[in-house]
């Protein structure tokens, strides 16, 4: 005869055989690439700024045929990475540091920075390091473009 603690142990052997199935099944739906009709394009204007410099440094750069994985932005200590796309939004993974920037331009220093940053196509999002005296300044757009 099986004693309680042999019974309980193949229960728990079981159900996390289970669960580790159920994961791989998700793990797998997720991983699968992106089905989108067209090529995705993310525009990213870059701008440097301080109170030293009267003028920002700015430049851009297109992105396209993105994937998952891809870094987009890295400097200093701030990376954005593609996380997710498709035909209706791009998912940016942020290393921190990057807040949204309010409507008026101005940001919030108490802000909790997010991990993740959604812009849905055919729009933009103004995101800002959170400094005082100099930072970063990154518009990131998210289009699609019909194929050839």
């Given at each position: 005869?099986?004693?309680?603690?042999?019974?309980?142990?193949?229960?728990?052997?079981?159900?996390?055989?289970?669960?580790?199935?159920?994961?791989?099944?998700?793990?797998?739906?997720?991983?699968?690439?992106?089905?989108?009709?067209?090529?995705?394009?993310?525009?990213?204007?870059?701008?440097?700024?301080?109170?030293?410099?009267?003028?920002?440094n700015e430049y851009?750069?297109?992105?396209?045929?993105?994937?998952?994985?891809d870094v987009i932005?890295?400097?200093?200590?701030?990376?954005?990475?593609?996380?997710?796309?498709?035909?209706?939004?791009?998912?940016?993974?942020?290393?921190?540091?990057?807040?949204?920037?309010?409507?008026?331009?101005?940001?919030?220093?108490?802000?909790?920075?997010?991990?993740?940053?959604t812009i849905p196509?055919?729009?933009?999002?103004?995101?800002?390091?959170?400094?005082?005296?100099?930072?970063?300044?990154?518009?990131?757009?998210?289009?699609?473009?019909?194929?050839?």
């Amino acid at each position: 005869m099986m004693d309680a603690s042999k019974k309980t142990r193949g229960i728990l052997i079981g159900l996390f055989v289970i669960i580790l199935g159920a994961l791989a099944v998700v793990i797998g739906y997720l991983s699968q690439p992106a089905n989108i009709d067209g090529t995705p394009v993310v525009v990213l204007t870059t701008s440097y700024w301080s109170d030293i410099e009267t003028k920002p440094n700015e430049y851009t750069n297109e992105f396209t045929d993105i994937k998952k994985g891809d870094v987009i932005y890295e400097y200093a200590h701030y990376k954005l990475t593609v996380k997710r796309i498709s035909e209706d939004a791009v998912i940016l993974r942020s290393s921190g540091g990057l807040i949204e920037a309010n409507p008026d331009g101005t940001i919030n220093l108490n802000d909790k920075d997010p991990k993740t940053f959604t812009i849905p196509v055919n729009s933009e999002m103004k995101i800002v390091s959170q400094s005082m005296d100099g930072g970063v300044s990154l518009t990131i757009s998210y289009r699609i473009e019909e194929k050839e």
